[in-house]
């Protein structure tokens, strides 16, 4: 199935815009419950304005809650931000840290998270189980979990550790052009033929 979804799309890579581990962690904060794409329309100005954790760190709340307003939830995001900023000047001398558990223990960082952020950005293993994933591998019976943190350890060993962040954007991208929620195109899935829930 890796092997298949490698070769339906080889340049598999994150869309959210970033130039470092810090920016990657700051966009897929804000990227909850928003699209890639309006996450990509806020960060340049955000990340001119708070370039690193030690700008963002010390942000005026509001304004950082005017600059994010359009990705939802703001408010908790912004507050996010600023804790997830603070937390790495306090504890991590700035720098994003490398340990799940270190990532975790970060304001707004859950381990989906932690693990796009190991993946693209650190070259370290991490398997993100978003809503794509989730559900396409409770489609293709990998999985009876509806548990992601469960449903990322179930997955984790059928795909070699360094190729587990590729793995899962191109599941993502998958669910995104191909194996749709509402209305999945089973005649053009290269899956079809090994997924029990694809249709005639």
């Known amino acids: 199935m890796d092997r298949l979804l490698s070769e339906e799309y080889p340049d598999a890579v994150c869309e959210l815009d970033h130039r470092n581990a810090f920016e990657l962690l700051a966009a897929t904060i804000l990227s909850a419950q928003c699209t890639d794409a309006r996450v990509n329309l806020v960060t340049p100005a955000l990340f001119e304005r708070y370039p690193d954790a030690a700008a963002l760190a010390v942000a005026d709340p509001e304004q950082v809650e005017e600059m994010i307003h359009s990705t939802g939830f703001y408010r908790s995001k912004a507050k996010n931000l600023i804790g997830m900023a603070a937390g790495l000047i306090?504890?991590?001398?700035?720098?994003?840290?490398?340990?799940?558990?270190?990532?975790?223990?970060?304001?707004?960082?859950?381990?989906?998270?932690?693990?796009?952020?190991?993946?693209?950005?650190?070259?370290?293993?991490?398997?993100?189980?978003?809503?794509?994933?989730?559900?396409?591998?409770?489609?293709?019976?990998?999985?009876?979990?509806?548990?992601?943190?469960?449903?990322?350890?179930?997955?984790?060993?059928?795909v070699p550790a360094m190729g587990r962040g590729d793995f899962s954007l191109r599941l993502i991208l998958h669910g995104r052009r191909v194996c749709v929620a509402r209305r999945p195109d089973c005649g053009r899935c290269v899956l079809a033929w090994m997924c029990p829930s694809a249709g005639p």
């Open 90 to 158: 306090d504890r991590f001398d700035g720098e994003v840290p490398t340990r799940v558990e270190d990532l975790t223990s970060l304001p707004g960082v859950g381990r989906k998270t932690a693990n796009v952020v190991r993946s693209v950005a650190l070259g370290l293993p991490g398997l993100p189980v978003d809503t794509h994933v989730l559900r396409l591998s409770r489609l293709l019976h990998l999985t009876s979990s509806e548990d992601p943190v469960r449903v990322e350890h179930e997955l984790n060993p059928m």
